[in-house]
């Protein structure tokens, strides 16, 4: 009895991840081709526009690319995290009205 208990209880631990991680996927990670290649064609002017590292700068354009679409997703992820904290009030009416008290 306590092995269906315990395959039941690594069920449930395993779900919530996969749930996480479709979550995950649901936004556009990877970008467009026309993205990349406006990348790489700076990143061609930036090194003088010499030819012969077509590919290369084709793979750093991607990774740049990827990159940001990755940050942007976990900035957006925590931006909706973090709720404004309410700012504390004081209410200074009681300490003077004790204050009037003891002149």
Same mark, same amino acid.
């Given at each position: 009895? +306590? @092995?269906?208990?315990? #395959?039941?209880?690594?069920?449930?631990?395993?779900? !919530?991840?996969?749930?996480? *991680? @479709?979550?995950?996927?649901?936004?556009? *990670? !990877?970008?467009?081709?026309?993205? !990349?290649? /406006?990348? +790489? =064609?700076?990143? =061609?002017?930036? /090194? #003088? #526009?010499?030819?012969?590292?077509?590919?290369?700068?084709?793979?750093?354009?991607?990774?740049?690319?990827?990159?940001?679409?990755?940050?942007?997703?976990?900035?957006?992820?925590?931006?909706?995290?973090? @709720?404004?904290?309410?700012?504390?009030?004081?209410? !200074?009416?009681?300490? *003077?009205?004790?204050? /009037? #008290?003891? *002149?």
């Amino acid at each position: 009895m +306590a @092995a269906k208990n315990k #395959g039941k209880v690594d069920l449930e631990l395993h779900a !919530i991840p996969l749930q996480h *991680q @479709a979550d995950e996927t649901s936004t556009p *990670q !990877i970008p467009g081709h026309e993205e !990349i290649r /406006r990348r +790489a =064609y700076e990143i =061609y002017l930036e /090194r #003088g #526009g010499l030819p012969g590292d077509e590919l290369d700068d084709w793979h750093r354009a991607e990774r740049e690319l990827q990159k940001l679409a990755l940050f942007t997703r976990d900035w957006n992820r925590v931006q909706q995290r973090v @709720a404004p904290t309410p700012r504390a009030e004081i209410d !200074i009416r009681p300490m *003077q009205a004790k204050e /009037r #008290g003891n *002149q």
